[in-house]
């Protein structure tokens, strides 16, 4: 099984920046559609984005433009670039590589908080 590690967030004022990382495990990541998930308190988890192993990408409607993915398969990382921040960003951050049938390869790790206030 996939591992995952997450890192980069923070507090962060409306409007600003910031940069996601996740460090996976395992000889076929670079095999592996990854995805970045968020989890706001007392909401379920859901899709921000997703990239495939050939750099495809897709991204939910609500960050479309603001956020970019983007991975290094010699590092077996995956990253996100937030920009242009909202309050309703607020969220725990997730990486995981989506299997076709529903489930992930990897195990959930304990994500990274993201924090946007003035």
């Known amino acids: 099984q996939v591992q995952l590690v997450e890192s980069g967030g923070g507090l962060v004022q409306p409007g600003g920046s910031l940069r996601l990382s996740c460090a996976a495990s395992g000889t076929i990541f670079s095999l592996l559609r990854m995805g970045w998930y968020r989890q706001a308190p007392g909401k379920q988890r859901d899709l921000v984005a997703t990239i495939t192993s050939g750099g495809n990408t897709n991204y939910a409607d609500s960050v479309k433009g603001r956020f970019a993915i983007s991975r290094d398969n010699a590092k077996n990382t995956v990253s996100l670039q937030m920009n242009s921040l909202k309050p309703e960003d607020t969220a725990v951050y997730y990486c995981?590589?989506?299997?076709?049938?529903?489930?992930?390869?990897?195990?959930w790790g304990q994500g990274t908080q993201v924090t946007v206030s003035s």
């Open positions: 995981n590589a989506p299997r076709s049938d529903g489930g992930y390869y990897g195990r």
